[in-house]
């Protein structure tokens, strides 16, 4: 079946520096693929998205780019802020599949 | 706030008993889903709706559990003889279709503690 997998937690940064959290996934299809975050007592907001193969999502100062011949999804950014500190979870979502499924989630926190 | 709206945010129960969980989608939104989240993990799915249909019900517990959409209302998550593994935060996520590549909105979420 379907799967997302993201890099282990937690991770924790210095404001201003660069950020990687990893995703790969597995689909027996050609996913949507889709990064979330959460804030402390919120729901998921969506971050950014893309829909096929090299399409890159942006948003905030976040990327991530399609990367189909590596089933990746890696979200970076360059220069990240104590606001960002929060829960990231990639997610995808299979052709003809509502569900979205996710990955395990990244804790980030960002120190001043 | 045309958001989605999910009540209540906090629910304490004890074993045994029932929760209901509400949730309205976003104005617009037919489509509803329901995920759980255990601590420290990421969401799974479990259930899909559309108005007063169930779509897709394969992430759902084969019993005690149960969710409806109404013509009228809100949808509602049932826990029925609750016990505490069901402690959890129960999201709802709306969408206006059924496209896959339209992202999902999501509720703040109901915190489900069962003592």
């Known amino acids: 079946g379907d799967s997302v997998t993201q890099m282990e937690g937690p991770v924790t940064l210095s404001e201003e520096a660069f950020l990687t959290i990893n995703c790969t996934y597995t689909?027996?299809?050609?996913?949507?693929l889709f990064w979330y975050v959460q804030y402390p007592g919120e729901g998921l907001q969506l971050l950014l998205k893309?829909?096929?193969?090299?399409d890159k999502g942006s948003n905030k100062g976040f990327e991530a780019t399609y990367r189909k011949e590596t089933t990746s999804f890696h979200l970076e950014k360059g220069s990240v802020q104590v606001s960002d500190s929060a829960v990231y979870f990639c997610a995808l979502s299979d052709q003809g599949a509502q569900k979205l499924v996710f990955g395990q989630g990244t804790r980030l926190t960002i120190n001043p | 706030n045309a958001g989605v709206m999910q009540n209540p945010r906090h629910l304490v129960r004890r074993r045994g008993q029932e929760a209901r969980l509400r949730c309205s989608p976003m104005k617009g939104h037919s489509h509803v889903y329901w995920y759980r989240q255990l601590p420290e993990e990421g969401l799974k799915f479990m259930v899909y709706?559309?108005?007063?249909?169930?779509?897709?019900e394969s992430g759902m517990p084969k019993e005690r559990f149960s969710a409806e959409f109404p013509k009228e209302g809100p949808s509602i998550l049932r826990i029925q003889q609750v016990v505490r593994g069901d402690s959890a935060a129960y999201f709802c996520?709306?969408?206006?279709?059924?496209?896959?590549?339209?992202?999902?909105?999501f509720g703040d979420g109901t915190r489900l503690s069962i003592l």
């Open positions: 893309a829909t096929k193969a090299d």
């Open positions: 709706l559309q108005k007063e249909n169930i779509i897709d």
């Open positions: 996520a709306s969408s206006p279709t059924w496209d896959s590549n339209q992202p999902q909105h």
């Open positions: 689909a027996t299809g050609y996913p949507s």
